[in-house]
């Protein structure tokens, strides 16, 4: 796997083949797996607060999501593209869920760290993204529509498209890897800050001297870490859940001029 990490590389473990496909980061296994169960648990509980009737706050807040959710994917795909409903809702809730597990303590637990912070786990997730949008794409357009979609810009004449061709076979296989260095990233940069603060506390500052440093420094921290945690964290899964549809409504580019 990529041995990737914010602060010190992975603890990784081998199944004896030599090989890199054979080699785990077990840490980040052990986060994801923490994250999935927070996930699920999370998941059949919101399931619990769902009743007829006057909904409560759990089930208003739900509701609202879901509308939204609904609206974005019939302005930005189809009316009748219900299926990326769950797909982006689970990908929102685990995400959400990977990165506010940041907020615990898990520094007194070295195999444990956010879901996110490792390349591995963003890059699997924009690959299973990018890999049910060309399905869907193909299911949409059919083969020759699909191909078709690397020929744009369709105003041009076809001896200028194929010009672009590689151009658009570029952009579609960037696709996951910008998924996963845009949520990889922010989780890079906000434990970059969170090292940055905590170094007040070995700062012998002028007017607080070091003990001023020190608090200073953990009030710094704390406001930080749940400003970057919580809605950082929360703008991030957002963002992730709207490319995701986003990139589902450009699968079906070309479908107007296949009825033309």
Known sequence: MIHTDINVTHPTVGLGCGSWWCTFNYDSLISSALAVLVTLVVAFWIRSQLRPGEPGKVQAIYEWGYDLLRGLIKDNVSEDAVFIIPIAMTLFLYILVGNWLEILPLGFFPILHGAN??????????????????????????????????????ELPLPARIIFIPLNILEEAVKPLTLALRLFGNIFAGAVMIGLIASFASLQLPVVGTVGGTVLGSVLLIVWKAFDVIFIGFIQAFIFMLLTVIYFGAAREGLEHEHH
């Open 117 to 154: 912070a490792d390349l591995n786990q963003t890059l699997a997730m924009g690959l299973i993204v990018i890999l049910v949008v060309q399905w869907y794409s193909i299911r949409v357009l059919g083969v020759g529509g699909y191909l078709k979609r690397f020929t744009k810009p369709f």
